[in-house]
């Protein structure tokens, strides 16, 4: 019953900048811990930034400087802002949740967005 609904993928520029938003909605009691993971062509799966909910933050070496992840709790979302975008960072972005559904009994689930294509290019 829980989803995650992934925005702001597109084309940019080398060099330029985009902001992804991720909103969580469903049956939600608390949500523990958002990401930011993105699978390149030809590439595995990798993390790309965390926040827990506590807002401590986890990066990449790789986009560290460039991206900067932040949540909203009230709204239930999380957004990663990327700066200085190379082509190296196109790939689709995934938005993962870490969180208790709700109901008579509460369970730990991982929901995972169906992504979002950022193409970093000239």
């Known amino acids: 019953q829980v989803q995650l609904v992934e925005s702001g993928g597109g084309l940019v520029q080398p060099g330029g900048s985009l902001r992804l938003s991720c909103a969580a909605s469903?049956?939600?009691?608390?949500?523990?811990?958002m990401g930011w993971y993105r699978r390149a062509p030809g590439k595995e799966r990798e993390l790309v930034a965390a926040?827990?909910?506590?807002?401590?933050?986890n990066y990449a070496d790789s986009v560290k400087g460039r991206f900067t992840i932040s949540r909203d709790n009230a709204k239930n979302s999380v957004y990663l802002q990327m700066n200085s975008l190379k082509p190296e960072d196109t790939a689709v972005y995934y938005c993962?949740?870490?969180?208790?559904?709700?109901?008579?009994?509460?369970?730990?689930?991982?929901?995972w967005g169906q992504g979002t294509l950022i193409t970093v290019s000239s």
């Open positions: 926040i827990t909910s506590g807002s401590d933050t």
């Open positions: 469903g049956s939600i009691f608390r949500i523990y811990s």
């Open positions: 993962n949740a870490g969180l208790e559904s709700s109901g008579y009994i509460r369970r730990y689930v991982e929901v």
